[in-house]
């Protein structure tokens, strides 16, 4: 099993689907108190159960200097609420006080201040990436740590402390809320929880566009096989920038769908005998067999009108459904609403 599907399962155990949107933008905004390692497990926790086992690389860079930033005001609070879970389980360990204290044993682990040592960053700490200038990182050239993040010591602590403070510079000034650092604050961190969810949605419209341009470009190679009686491939005149898109589109379906980035002939699937193609044009089917999923090592031949569906969208149609994500399951779903449909054709 590979690390996205126990991850996937990991989040479905672990996170309710109505707070999971909400897990990165709190992650980023509380990493300072929840400490950057319990930060960005709880973030990613949100990832995974959103996007089906993937982790979101956006939210976790922000996690880590939204806590840089905390340390840098508030070293002595640093990872407040990690120390007071911290104590609190402990309660539940043999030899420990009941649960009853575990109220009390947070508030204690909750109030002990940080052993983190204070640097004295906060004299140059720019507030803008403006003010980041040459100058100002030759400030930070220290001695080398063995720790990057080791407080105080270090020219990468420093610079993320001072970016981290500059992008999320917390909730209050001193002592005061402040409403201006705090709509600063939870703006950066939803921004940033959402650069995934983004970069996903252009993927999937950059892979609807490219269908578009496959459709009319076989269309446009069927009507001058037609036209001419052979495939544009046989043309005694091709145009190069043509040819790119028959190979591109023609080659990769229909006929002989065994050429795997230009090599030979595609080996067998596991289950299907050397040659053979699976032909659901008429009666539609689940795939059981092949290596792996996304692997495309099942030659198959369909049909116009006719539609595919990814073993991702199975996975998900199975816990719209209320599964845990089985395509084994999503496809009996499939089937009775094949049925269905094809009634009323």
């Known amino acids: 099993m590979g690390l996205r599907k126990i991850l996937d399962k990991v989040a479905d155990a672990l996170v309710p689907k109505e707070i999971a949107p909400f897990l990165g933008p709190a992650a980023m905004a509380f990493a300072g108190p929840l400490s950057m390692p319990l930060a960005l497990g709880i973030g990613q926790l949100g990832a995974a159960k959103m996007m089906s086992g993937k982790l979101d690389p956006y939210t976790a860079l922000g996690t880590v200097l939204s806590a840089q930033g905390f340390k840098a005001r508030n070293p002595a609070q640093y990872g407040s609420v990690a120390r007071g879970l911290k104590s609190g389980l402990g309660t539940f360990m043999p030899g420990g006080a009941t649960p009853m204290d575990f109220g009390s044993e947070f508030m204690k682990g909750f109030n002990t201040p940080s052993s983190l040592p204070v640097a004295n960053v906060t004299s140059t700490n720019p507030k803008t990436f403006e003010e980041i200038t040459p100058e100002y990182l030759d400030e930070l ?59 996903e949605e252009l993927k999937r419209q950059r892979a609807l566009d490219k269908a578009e341009e496959g459709k009319i470009f ?24 043509l040819m790119e898109k028959y190979r591109e589109f023609m080659m990769a379906q229909g006929g002989r769908v ?14 299907v005998p050397p040659g053979m193609e699976l032909d659901y044009r008429e009666s539609g089917g689940f795939i059981p ?6 692997k495309d090592d099942v030659p198959a031949v369909l049909a116009k009108n006719e539609f595919v569906l990814t073993s991702d969208a199975m996975t998900g149609l199975d816990k719209m459904m209320g599964g845990s994500g089985d395509p084994r399951a999503a496809a009996k779903y499939m089937y009775q609403m094949m049925d269905q449909l094809e009634a009323m054709a």
């Open 141 to 199: 050239q220290d001695t080398p740590s063995k720790n990057v993040f080791e407080r105080g010591v270090g020219k990468l602590d420093k610079l993320t402390q001072s970016i981290g403070d500059a992008i999320f510079p917390g909730f209050y000034d001193g002592d005061e809320f402040s409403f201006g650092k705090a709509l600063r604050t939870i703006g950066a961190a939803t921004t940033i929880s959402a650069l995934t969810p983004m970069a």
């Open 218 to 241: 076989t269309e446009w190679f069927n009507s001058y096989k037609r036209i001419s009686g052979r495939d544009y491939a046989d043309s005694p005149f091709p145009d190069p920038g």
């Open 258 to 271: 065994g050429y795997n980035m230009g090599g030979g002939i595609m080996d067998a699937a596991p289950g």
């Open 289 to 294: 067999m092949g290596s792996q999923e996304k």
